[in-house]
């Protein structure tokens, strides 16, 4: 019997599919790999045990990784009886990444291996003087690129794949809508992989601040969290059991554009969202004062923080309108998501522990379940740290399956 598709049509259910002896081969090469990396160095008979495997299928296919150099070996393992038996590991620095933070004067990048080690760093402030400020920030990018995959860093080991995280909305590599960079509908992956000819990953900034702090930590323990990331805008990024939670065209966790009232109805919010206004509005005044232009919340919040630690009675009520605002926002994520824990990011790092102390206190009691609210572990590292590693995962799964 067949199902109904588009019109009334009968559409006959499809015959299950046979694996091949490729699909096979890439399953059996991922369960060695996998079991070396987590468990590693392993004898070959150590490997068949524990992936089920044969002899003549792991002599096999371990001799293939070793020619592709995504295994060596480690040492000798002596017995009692016969010859001493090899040792053999995933070798994490055949291969490396590179990663790329872009933010909207400068763009950091690394070259990391695929065990997580940092090769390479170096950063690069765009030339804003121009007219068109969003096409400088592309050269600058491409010139990092180029420089990273050059032999001026040293690094020996062939680069296997980019990624970049971006502040604004990205999705399946195109960056949709970034304000601060001046990027709309820009295919980033595209221009960055002509450009270097290697598969490019592109990931929204809170995305990969949430990833790394799950990867590398305040997360790590979390089986559902959040990282509220406040920069030149606020903005959230989701786990659930480990993996990004993204939504319909990558837009998850937008929440600066929540409705902070019914008042909101009376506007219309394109480039700044209502909660993401309203902050700006307590927190600007301290940044002009400072000498700070534009509509960063970020820099503008630090303001604000600094003046009343030096005892400003208007910067502790500005402060607590800013806080309010916050609390609305994790009210909103917390009920809907019911996240394990919330961790601060950002602009919020320097005074993490306040800001923690200061929403706590707002949602005991109002809500049914009040997460922990953790501190970034990683601060100004996590966004890059969290591309990294998502791009790791990235070309492993090249390695495995190639």
């Given at each position: 019997m067949g199902i109904l598709g588009e019109q009334g049509s009968v559409v006959?259910?499809?015959?299950?599919?046979?694996?091949?002896?490729?699909?096979v081969t890439a399953i059996n090469r991922t369960a060695i790999l996998d079991v070396l990396r987590e468990h590693g160095p392993l004898s070959r008979r150590d490997i068949q045990e524990r992936t089920g495997l044969g002899s003549a299928t792991v002599e096999r296919l371990c001799s293939a990784l070793m020619e592709e150099g995504a295994v060596e070996v480690a040492g000798q393992m002596r017995s009692s009886v016969g010859r001493p038996s090899s040792l053999l590991r995933f070798a994490s620095s055949a291969r490396a990444i590179m990663a790329v933070d872009v933010t909207e004067y400068t763009a950091r990048g690394r070259v990391v291996n695929l065990g997580g080690t940092t090769l390479y760093e170096e950063s690069l402030s765009f030339a804003l003087d121009?007219?068109?400020?969003?096409?400088?920030?592309?050269?600058?990018?491409?010139?990092?690129?180029?420089?990273?995959?050059?032999?001026?860093?040293?690094?020996?080991?062939?680069?296997?794949?980019?990624?970049?995280?971006?502040?604004?909305?990205?999705?399946?590599?195109?960056?949709?809508?970034?304000?601060?960079?001046?990027?709309?509908?820009l295919p980033l992956a595209d221009i960055v992989s002509a450009r270097c000819g290697l598969p490019v990953h592109v990931e929204n900034d809170a995305n990969a601040t949430a990833y790394g702090e799950w990867s590398s930590g305040a997360l790590g323990?979390?089986?559902?969290?959040?990282?509220f990331v406040l920069g030149a805008r606020l903005s959230a990024g989701i786990l659930?059991?480990?993996?990004?939670?993204?939504?319909?065209?990558?837009?998850?966790?937008?929440?600066?554009?929540?409705?902070?009232?019914?008042?909101?109805?009376?506007?219309?919010?394109?480039?700044?969202?209502?909660?993401?206004?309203?902050?700006?509005?307590?927190?600007?005044?301290?940044?002009?004062?400072?000498?700070?232009?534009?509509?960063?919340?970020?820099?503008?919040?630090?303001?604000?923080?600094?003046?009343?630690?030096?005892?400003?009675?208007?910067?502790?009520?500005?402060?607590?309108?800013?806080?309010?605002?916050?609390?609305?926002?994790?009210?909103?994520?917390?009920?809907?998501?019911?996240?394990?824990?919330?961790?601060?990011?950002?602009?919020?790092?320097?005074?993490?522990?306040?800001?923690?102390?200061?929403?706590?206190?707002?949602?005991?009691?109002?809500?049914?379940?009040?997460?922990?609210?953790?501190?970034s572990e990683l601060g100004f590292d996590a966004a890059i740290t969290g591309v990294s590693a998502l791009t790791i995962e990235h070309a492993r799964s090249a390695t495995y399956l190639a």
């Open positions: 006959k259910p499809r015959a299950p599919r046979t694996a091949t002896t490729r699909h121009g007219a068109d400020a969003g096409a400088a920030r592309i050269d600058g990018l491409l010139q990092l690129v180029d420089r990273l995959a050059s032999a001026q860093t040293g690094v020996t080991s062939p680069i296997a794949a980019v990624g970049i995280t971006v502040p604004g909305i990205v999705h399946a590599g195109v960056v949709s809508k970034a304000v601060e960079l001046d990027w709309r509908e323990d979390a089986h559902s969290a959040v990282a659930n059991d480990g993996h990004l939670y993204r939504g319909h065209r990558s837009a998850a966790g937008e929440i600066g554009f929540l409705l902070a009232s019914s008042a909101s109805f009376a506007r219309y919010f394109t480039e700044q969202g209502d909660i993401e206004s309203s902050l700006a509005a307590h927190v600007l005044p301290f940044a002009a004062r400072e000498g700070l232009h534009g509509r960063r919340i970020g820099p503008a919040f630090r303001a604000m923080m600094a003046r009343c630690q030096a005892g400003d009675s208007e910067a502790a009520r500005a402060r607590d309108e800013f806080f309010d605002l916050m609390a609305l926002t994790l009210v909103a994520i917390s009920v809907v998501l019911s996240p394990q824990v919330i961790v601060l990011a950002g602009a919020f790092a320097q005074y993490s522990e306040e800001s923690a102390e200061q929403l706590s206190r707002r949602l005991v009691g109002r809500i049914p379940w009040v997460p922990r609210i953790a501190v």
